[in-house]
């Protein structure tokens, strides 16, 4: 079993930052690929970024790429997401998503196992 508590969201202005954190707890958490994932009202979930267990290997949404990054403290137990020069439509719940055993695209919400509870992130215009 692994909860996943994230934080770090709220209302920023057009072309500001936030950093999201997700903390995890449970079984092995260093041996998990992380990802995260945003909602906005009347879409569906969409994957942003995923790392692996090392943090050796990340990937991007394009919409993201060049602006976020994801990174992990596996002391510590947390992935973290920074989000630089946020736009207006990266507003959305985000999540948090550990992925253990299994396969299938990382990209896809289907691959992982457990879920944070969300944090909203509003960019005003």
């Known amino acids: 079993q692994v909860q996943l508590v994230e934080s770090g969201g709220g209302l920023v202005q057009a072309g500001g930052s936030l950093r999201l954190a997700c903390t995890a707890s449970?079984?092995?958490?260093?041996?998990?690929?992380m990802g995260w994932f945003r909602q906005s009202p009347g879409k569906e979930r969409e994957f942003v970024a995923t790392?692996?267990?090392?943090?050796?290997?990340?990937y991007y949404a394009d919409s993201v790429k060049g602006r976020f990054t994801i990174s992990r403290d596996n002391a510590k137990n947390t992935v973290y997401l920074q989000m630089n020069n946020l736009k207006p439509e990266d507003t959305a719940v985000y999540y948090c998503?550990?992925?253990?055993?299994?396969?299938?695209?990382?990209?896809?919400?289907?691959?992982?196992?457990?879920w944070g509870q969300g944090t909203q992130v509003t960019v005003s215009s």
């Open positions: 998503a550990a992925a253990s055993g299994g396969s299938g695209s990382y990209y896809s919400t289907r691959r992982y196992d457990y």
């Open positions: 449970g079984r092995t958490f260093s041996r998990y690929v």
């Open positions: 790392i692996n267990w090392s943090g050796s290997s990340t």
